[in-house]
């Protein structure tokens, strides 16, 4: 890009200045790089940032009213357009400060949401982001009537500014009913296609990990696909879901999530369920970590607490550390290989390690193959012969006395089976 029209279009982005209120100090910096990215995938310029350690938020403004003056004399001198806290405010507490500083405010969670609007490109994906975004709306809704908010209540006040708001209020809350009436139809569809696999004898396995982690990298890998695979955070979100051939002739299902982040908002973990149902119905989690982020530890526990938050930490999960072209420490990462349970060290990028997962795959999916021997009755071959699709044919031999079955097979299969079971 030339470089007259490279500063053009930095001068046509929105100058954000930034709040830091996290009381560690330790994830001082960690915390600064996540929300820079997050502003700059939703397009915006950082033009200068200030800290408060707030241990105990003020209701009206967050931080104290000197660090609200201090942010209102940065931004003038910064020429900022608006103020983004790396925090959730309340509504009364987004009006006050809008008051105060006489700028645009902006949370954190309205920062995401930005992002999520502006990625989703799959009709499922823009209804889930519009309910996440009309969810955070509805209680905000009185910090846009600040006027009529204060004669509320008052004899000879019931005008038509209190009228707005509850009409507003239920055009929202209508608005809700309906994109989640449209979502339980997607998730219906959903069903009905994991079903459609269900029939099948190939496990599912699912890929999570903290967003830039290489998901989407790695799911071209596995899949010789073309997703978008960006270091930007949230780069995609809309669900893919491959079959995986193995060279031994079994499969698997692979599907991608949306990438969790510290402090994920919970109206978009809600909006987003029916995608993440994937996660849920899985076999086996591949949780991808970065290892060159020198806070991968910190981003493999916010994963973690998602999945507890969507009750599926009792699904096995196969850590897979990414990105091991970039760790110069490689002593380091084979010791964590080898101490980590159920892990593996690959490059999704360049292709190194990749045979070491499928092994590991491969390992951690076997248990869903168990051995059954049946004598199948002639008048019940098709029986029989579906038990091809739904597993490992050790042995077959046509009997006077019916269909003889030595196979390894998943459970739906087995129980098709069980009462043609015999001992050897």
């Given at each position: 890009?030339p470089?007259?029209?490279?500063?053009?279009?930095?001068?046509?982005?929105?100058?954000l200045?930034?709040?830091f209120v996290?009381?560690?100090q330790?994830?001082?910096e960690?915390?600064?790089l996540?929300?820079e990215?997050?502003?700059?995938?939703a397009g915006?310029?950082?033009?200068?940032?200030?800290?408060q350690r707030?241990?105990?938020?003020?209701?009206a403004?967050?931080?104290?009213?000197?660090?609200v003056?201090?942010?209102?004399m940065s931004?003038?001198?910064t020429m900022?357009?608006?103020?983004?806290?790396?925090c959730?405010?309340?509504?009364?507490?987004?009006?006050?400060?809008?008051?105060k500083i006489?700028?645009r405010?902006?949370?954190?969670?309205?920062?995401?949401?930005?992002?999520f609007a502006n990625?989703?490109?799959?009709?499922?994906?823009?209804?889930?982001?519009?309910?996440?975004?009309?969810?955070?709306?509805?209680?905000?809704?009185?910090?846009?009537?600040?006027k009529?908010?204060?004669?509320?209540?008052?004899?000879?006040?019931?005008?038509?500014?209190e009228?707005?708001?509850e009409?507003d209020?239920?055009?929202?809350?209508d608005?809700?009913?309906?994109?989640?009436a449209?979502?339980?139809?997607?998730?219906?569809?959903?069903?009905l296609?994991?079903?459609?696999?269900a029939?099948?004898?190939y496990?599912?396995?699912?890929?999570?990990?903290y967003?830039s982690?290489g998901?989407?990298?790695?799911?071209n890998?596995l899949?010789d696909t073309?997703?978008?695979?960006?270091a930007m955070p949230?780069?995609?979100?809309?669900?893919?879901t491959r079959?995986?051939e193995?060279?031994?002739?079994?499969?698997f299902?692979?599907?991608?999530?949306?990438?969790?982040?510290?402090n994920l908002?919970?109206m978009?973990?809600a909006?987003?369920?029916?995608?993440?149902?994937?996660?849920?119905?899985?076999d086996l989690?591949?949780?991808?970590?970065d290892?060159s982020?020198?806070d991968w530890?910190?981003?493999?526990?916010a994963?973690?607490e998602?999945?507890?938050?969507?009750?599926?930490?009792d699904?096995?999960?196969?850590?897979?550390?990414?990105k091991i072209?970039a760790v110069?420490?490689?002593?380091?990462?084979?010791r964590?290989v080898?101490?980590?349970p159920?892990?593996?060290?690959?490059?999704?990028?360049?292709?190194e390690g990749?045979?070491?997962l499928f092994?590991m795959?491969?390992?951690?999916?076997?248990?869903?193959?168990?051995?059954?021997?049946?004598l199948?009755?002639?008048?019940?071959?098709?029986?029989?012969?579906?038990a091809?699709a739904?597993?490992r044919?050790?042995?077959?031999?046509?009997?006077?006395?019916?269909?003889?079955?030595?196979?390894?097979l998943?459970?739906?299969?087995?129980?098709?089976?069980?009462?043609?079971?015999?001992?050897?």
């Amino acid at each position: 890009m030339p470089e007259v029209q490279k500063k053009k279009k930095e001068e046509e982005k929105e100058r954000l200045f930034l709040v830091f209120v996290n009381s560690d100090q330790d994830v001082d910096e960690y915390v600064e790089l996540e929300l820079e990215g997050l502003v700059d995938a939703a397009g915006g310029q950082v033009v200068g940032y200030t800290r408060q350690r707030v241990d105990r938020p003020t209701k009206a403004t967050y931080v104290g009213s000197g660090k609200v003056e201090e942010i209102k004399m940065s931004m003038a001198e910064t020429m900022a357009d608006s103020v983004v806290f790396d925090c959730e405010l309340s509504g009364i507490q987004i009006k006050n400060l809008e008051e105060k500083i006489a700028k645009r405010v902006i949370d954190r969670t309205q920062l995401i949401l930005d992002i999520f609007a502006n990625r989703a490109r799959t009709k499922e994906g823009q209804l889930q982001v519009e309910l996440a975004q009309y969810s955070y709306r509805l209680p905000r809704l009185m910090s846009v009537y600040t006027k009529f908010e204060r004669q509320r209540g008052g004899i000879g006040m019931r005008g038509p500014g209190e009228t707005k708001l509850e009409s507003d209020r239920r055009m929202v809350r209508d608005r809700i009913a309906k994109l989640k009436a449209d979502i339980e139809q997607v998730k219906r569809h959903r069903d009905l296609q994991r079903a459609g696999r269900a029939d099948q004898p190939y496990p599912v396995v699912a890929i999570v990990g903290y967003t830039s982690a290489g998901k989407s990298t790695l799911m071209n890998r596995l899949c010789d696909t073309d997703l978008l695979a960006d270091a930007m955070p949230f780069a995609t979100l809309d669900p893919t879901t491959r079959k995986v051939e193995l060279r031994d002739g079994d499969a698997f299902f692979l599907s991608d999530t949306v990438g969790f982040i510290r402090n994920l908002p919970t109206m978009l973990v809600a909006a987003f369920r029916a995608t993440l149902e994937e996660l849920v119905h899985s076999d086996l989690l591949l949780h991808v970590v970065d290892m060159s982020n020198p806070d991968w530890e910190m981003q493999s526990d916010a994963v973690m607490e998602t999945i507890e938050a969507l009750n599926a930490q009792d699904i096995p999960v196969l850590t897979v550390f990414n990105k091991i072209d970039a760790v110069e420490d490689q002593p380091f990462l084979r010791r964590m290989v080898a101490e980590w349970p159920d892990s593996v060290a690959i490059s999704a990028l360049t292709g190194e390690g990749i045979p070491d997962l499928f092994a590991m795959i491969r390992k951690m999916l076997s248990g869903r193959l168990q051995r059954v021997v049946a004598l199948v009755p002639y008048d019940d071959a098709s029986l029989a012969e579906k038990a091809h699709a739904f597993g490992r044919i050790v042995k077959k031999e046509y009997r006077d006395e019916g269909i003889y079955l030595e196979a390894d097979l998943v459970e739906e299969m087995r129980g098709r089976l069980s009462k043609y079971v015999i001992t050897p």
